[in-house]
Each structure stands twice: as structure tokens, then as C-alpha cells.
């Protein structure tokens, strides 16, 4: 079975640090596309950052640019989501998706985890 | 960035109607469009994939259809297990991978 679990949220003091992780299992990790996507509570579905199969190239939307960092490692079947200088504004469900291939854009998410969910709160 | 505008924000039908959700986008994003069911307290799941696929398991009573800036998502004969939100999303080489801000299906 396809699998895709998520884990490290918490709860976060604004300005604060916290790294989520997605542990993959069921597919050839290598070979595709993650993409993480977050749900403010209420909200929509928003595109955050993606990274292709092997890792070389990342992609981050223009909200958390320059304050979260996506990095994967093939050898354990994880992707992380390194995220700074927390807000309010970054409180959500965290989901790790999988793309259908091995890039970021032309492949819908066909795989969603279950999330992961992220406070920042004083 | 491509806007994604879904409409109307929320159908309300009865079991065995016909329920037809529109997505239009600001610029053409050829068949690179999915959709995607979400239930409350569950992750979304992909639905159609290149504007009219069905993901392997999705009933057929899901069809999808359109091309360019105009797509519409149609279930033929609504269950109950349908009643939830839907999401339209675009995947072509425009970052980011926006989506739609979603149509609740809702029992009438």
C-alpha cells in the first residue's frame, strides 16, 4: 500500500522553529516528486513547497520563502519541511503529497498523508 | 500566479441528483487540472487527473471534462458518501500549484 505519514507537529511560539517530517513506504520513493501543502483551520488548500526526486531542485511559494527549507534523504524514504520564524499565519494542517512523477509541476498529487498539524501560538 | 475561481461555494442537491462544479482559470492551464474530494477531518484524495482521467477507484459516476480556462467536475447520481468539498487545482508549469478555494457539496 502507498503510504505516506507525517509527523513533528506541535505547537510553536511565534518566532520559533519546528521541522516536520513525511516517511514514505509502498512505491519507489526515489523516483518521484513530494510536494507539501498546508490547510489553515477553515481555510483552503495551499501549495507551500515541493522538491523533485532526486533533490535537486526545490520550490517554495512566496509566504514562506526564505523561512522554510524542504530537503529529502532516498536512503531513508523521508522528506522534511525545516520551518523559521513561525507565525500565526503558518498555523495549519501540514500534508505531504506525492507527485505522480518525477517533478513537481505537470503531475497531479496523487498520494495525500494524513497531516500533520502545526500551532503557533504564545 | 494562475487563479483558480470554483463555483458556486456551496451545491446543495439530494441523493440521486446530478451535481455539476465549475472551475475556471485566469489563464489557459491546457488539461493540466485535477480535482480532489475532501471530507471533514480527512485528507483530500485526487479524483481526475489531466482534466477528465479517474484515478484508479474513483466510481464512474465522477466524470470530468473541459480544456483551456474552463473545466467542470460532474457526479451523475449523488451518494451519500459524496456530500463534501471539492478542490480544483492546476499542475502545468505555473508556480504555484494553486488551487481553487473549493465547492461544498451539501445535502439538501
Known amino acids: 500500500e502507498v503510504q505516506l505519514v507525517e509527523s513533528g507537529g506541535d505547537l510553536v511560539q511565534p518566532g520559533g522553529s519546528l521541522r516536520v517530517s513525511c516517511s514514505a513506504s509502498?512505491?519507489?520513493?526515489?523516483?518521484?516528486?513530494i510536494n507539501w501543502v498546508r490547510q489553515a483551520p477553515g481555510k483552503g488548500l495551499e501549495h507551500v513547497s515541493s522538491?523533485?526526486?532526486?533533490?535537486?531542485?526545490?520550490y517554495y511559494a512566496d509566504s514562506v520563502k526564505g523561512r522554510f527549507t524542504i530537503s529529502r534523504d532516498n536512503s531513508k524514504n523521508t522528506v522534511y519541511l525545516q520551518m523559521s520564524s513561525l507565525s500565526a499565519e503558518d498555523t495549519a494542517v501540514y500534508y505531504c503529497?506525492?507527485?505522480?512523477?518525477?517533478?513537481?509541476?505537470?503531475?497531479?498529487?496523487?498520494?495525500w498523508g494524513q497531516g500533520t498539524t502545526v500551532s503557533v501560538s504564545s | 500566479e494562475i487563479m483558480l475561481t470554483q463555483s458556486p461555494g456551496t451545491l446543495s442537491l439530494s441523493p440521486g441528483e446530478r451535481g455539476t462544479l465549475s472551475c475556471r482559470a485566469s489563464?489557459?492551464?491546457?488539461?493540466?487540472l485535477a480535482w480532489y474530494q475532501q471530507k471533514p477531518g480527512q485528507a483530500p484524495r485526487l479524483l481526475i487527473y489531466g482534466a477528465s482521467s479517474r484515478t484508479t477507484g474513483i466510481p464512474d459516476r465522477f466524470s470530468g471534462s473541459g480544456s483551456g480556462t474552463d473545466f467542470t467536475l460532474t457526479i451523475s447520481r449523488l451518494e451519500p458518501e459524496d456530500f463534501a468539498v471539492y478542490y480544483c487545482?492546476?499542475?502545468?508549469?505555473?508556480?504555484?500549484?494553486?488551487f481553487g478555494g473549493g465547492t461544498k457539496v451539501e445535502i439538501k
Open positions: 522538491i523533485t526526486n532526486d533533490g535537486h531542485s526545490t
Open positions: 487545482q492546476q499542475y502545468g508549469n505555473s508556480l504555484p500549484l494553486t
Open positions: 489563464q489557459s492551464v491546457s488539461r493540466f
Open positions: 509502498g512505491f519507489m520513493f526515489s523516483k518521484y516528486a
Open positions: 503529497v506525492k507527485a505522480g512523477g518525477w517533478n513537481y509541476y505537470y503531475y497531479s498529487m496523487d498520494v
